[in-house]
């Protein structure tokens, strides 16, 4: 089994500074994880990270962008809600995790993966970063 963090946001602290991580463990490799992730992606004829929820405050999920997952049995999880008479579907970074590990067993079936509750062990260190 290989440990994966998943890091959904700004992972490298270059912009907003937000992310949300979730660990696994996993019956793949980052690099198997990687490999299928693309397979998908292939089949889609785009890169999912650079089409949808790219720009900050951009959480939505456009109907063709879902239409296309769902063709691929892909069915990601969005709340709906009415933006001035348009039906709008957001996503939250929860949903964005779940929706890549059904996009990874797609890619790759033998994928199977269980959650981590992470704890965090504060060791200090405040002072070490200066602006």
Same mark, same amino acid.
């Given at each position: ?5 998943? =890091?959904?946001?700004?992972? +490298? ?12 463990? +996993?019956? %793949? $490799? *980052?690099?198997?994880?990687?490999? *299928? ?6 089949? %889609? ?11 900050? /405050? ?5 109907? /063709? =962008?879902?239409?296309? %997952? /769902? ?7 969005? /709340? ?37 509750? $992470? ?8 002072? %070490?970063?200066? $602006?």
């Amino acid at each position: 089994m290989h440990t994966i963090n998943f =890091v959904v946001g700004d992972w +490298s602290h270059d912009g907003h500074g937000m992310t949300y991580e979730e660990q696994f463990w +996993s019956t %793949l $490799s *980052a690099v198997e994880i990687k490999e *299928a992730i693309a397979k998908v992606e292939e089949r %889609l004829g785009f890169c999912i990270a650079d089409t949808v929820c790219r720009e900050y /405050e951009d959480f939505w999920m456009p109907d /063709e =962008v879902i239409a296309k %997952l /769902e063709k691929e049995g892909i069915v990601p999880e969005f /709340e709906v809600w009415d933006n001035m008479g348009e039906e709008q579907k957001d996503m939250n970074p929860e949903f964005w995790v779940d929706m890549y590990l059904q996009i990874i067993k797609k890619g790759n079936p033998k994928f199977a993966y269980e959650r981590i509750e $992470s704890k965090m062990v504060d060791i200090g260190g405040y002072g %070490l970063f200066v $602006s």
